[in-house]
């Protein structure tokens, strides 16, 4: 039984969803997976991989741009091997209350690419988060930072299992 290689990339605007990747990256390390965390601006060739999870941002409901593009770049590969897709972006505590479904532009990309899931994790505003409407949002009170560790772990560890078994 060969170690298993895992690509995670990400697409993220101001570094919550990177934070998401870091998480799932040691996850699938404890898995005993060998797992590459990379932003999706970077990633030209997934060959030699045996999974790629990709994850993005949500702004106003829009998937991140760099996300959309590695998966329109590397389609042809994503398609011949397994992928899991995730979105960040919910600044309250929705995604912890009930499965999010993917916004169009992510349940197409899942559709294209024969992805196995999909699963949406609360996102992160907050004083150190740059740009004018971030701001805006911690002072009125509706920052914060809604990615929740125990759920994130347990979705790497979802994904680690489907790998291994696939031995």
């Not at 990747?21 to 060998?34: F, H, V, Y």
């Amino acid at each position: 039984m060969s170690t298993k290689r895992v690509l995670v990339v990400y697409g993220s605007k101001h570094g919550a969803t990177a934070g998401i990747a870091e998480q799932i990256g040691t996850s699938l390390r404890e898995d005993g997976i060998d797992a590459v965390v990379a932003p999706a601006g970077e990633v030209r060739d997934i060959r030699g991989y045996d999974g790629v999870v990709l994850g993005g941002s949500l702004y106003a409901g829009r998937w991140n741009g760099r996300a959309r593009r590695c998966a329109q770049r590397n389609s042809r590969q994503l398609k011949d091997c397994p992928v899991w897709l995730f979105s960040s972006g919910p600044v309250d505590s929705s995604a912890e209350q009930h499965d999010i479904p993917p916004v169009r532009a992510v349940a197409r990309q899942m559709r294209r690419l024969g992805a196995r899931d999909h699963i949406t994790f609360g996102g992160s505003i907050t004083a150190g988060t740059p740009g004018l409407l971030a701001r805006a949002l911690v002072r009125e009170g509706k920052g914060g930072d809604f990615r929740n560790p125990e759920r994130i772990q347990a979705w790497a560890h979802h994904i680690g299992a489907e790998l291994t078994a696939a031995d």
